[in-house]
């Protein structure tokens, strides 16, 4: 009867060291997550404030087209010649 509550108990203190182990010693995880902060919002500019890089990024755009064009009335006007 000795021998039986020994066993049970035994088994009890590897259950325990166990859950124990499991709960402190657990690997570091795969990845880890990088909290970046986002840029403020655009809500509370003006509308002249707003529009302003998109008319930018339009003239640039204007501009390649222009320089695009006037190489290819250069080419067009060298192979006229010939």
Sequence with gaps: MKAKYA???????????SFWAGTFLRPQPASTADVRTSPPKQHFLA???????????????LKRMDARLSRIE?????????
């Design 47 to 61: 509308g002249s404030e707003r529009s302003v890089p998109i008319l930018e990024e339009i003239s640039g755009t």
């Design 7 to 17: 066993r049970v108990g035994w088994t009890a203190v590897i259950l325990l060291v």
């Design 74 to 82: 250069q080419i067009v006007a060298a192979a006229a010649e010939k």
